[in-house]
């Protein structure tokens, strides 16, 4: 038990090791998520999960479309500048 | 009479308030929203802690992140216990580690501050229903 308890409070005090590179772009994912989720749960007048679950990802995906637009733009942006 | 109804529904509307904010939540489980208040408690619970599990409780500090520390005490103001554990332990983050939980943490808090409002609102218009019908 102290071990477990032990391993759980190392966790939270010692930094994980998140690279500098493009998959670590992938950490928006699991934000973006709960952020569609929180809207929504204080958006809709009544919470019934199928449709919750609908409206969530909805905005989820709306979310990330709109992020990849915006990466693809300054990515071309910054390829126009630097050719 | 009409005072002191005034008078309590602004109690109410403290409460709810107050009590969002002790417990990201709470305030829904007040207003008998069951289902809204575990759905904001576990999703805001979660991404806060995600956020302590990359970054380390260090990401909650006091002195060096100001204004992140704004954002993250709207989570709960037991925060204040993590940032003194971080400002008198000594705990350190720095880089992405650092970026990743303060954005976690800091989005987390605003997320519980948009429930606080939106609970508080809620309890208005239902008295404001009520004194309607």
Same mark, same amino acid.
């Given at each position: 038990?102290?071990?477990?308890? %032990?391993? $759980? ?5 010692? /930094?994980?090791?998140?690279? &500098? ?6 950490? =928006? @994912? ?5 952020? %569609?989720? $929180? ?5 809709? /007048?009544?919470?019934?999960? &199928? ?6 990802? =909805? @905005? ?24 | ?133």
């Amino acid at each position: 038990m102290e071990l477990i308890s %032990a391993f $759980v409070i190392a966790t939270f005090t010692t /930094p994980e090791n998140v690279g &500098v590179n493009p998959q670590s772009i992938l950490w =928006l @994912l699991p934000l973006a998520g709960a952020i %569609a989720v $929180v809207y929504k749960a204080t958006k809709v /007048p009544k919470i019934k999960a &199928v449709s919750f679950l609908k409206e969530s990802l =909805l @905005l989820f995906g709306s979310i990330v479309v709109f992020m990849l637009v915006t990466a693809l733009v300054l990515f071309a942006l910054t390829w126009l500048i630097t050719q | 009479m009409a005072a002191r109804s005034k008078d309590k529904h602004t109690v109410l509307l403290l409460t709810v308030g107050l009590l969002s904010w002790l417990v990201p939540g709470a305030g829904y489980y007040v207003l008998k929203e069951k289902k809204r208040a575990i759905i904001v408690f576990v999703t805001i619970v979660l991404t806060f802690c995600t956020g302590l599990y990359i970054g380390s409780i260090a990401v909650v500090n006091p002195q060096t992140s100001k204004l992140a520390y704004v954002a993250q005490i709207m989570n709960s103001p037991m925060v204040r216990f993590l940032g003194n554990s971080t400002v008198h332990g000594g705990y350190k983050v720095y880089g992405k580690p650092n970026e990743v939980g303060q954005i976690y943490t800091s989005i987390s808090g605003l997320l519980n501050l948009l429930c606080i409002v939106n609970a508080v609102y809620l309890a208005h218009l239902r008295r404001t229903e009520t004194a309607g019908d």
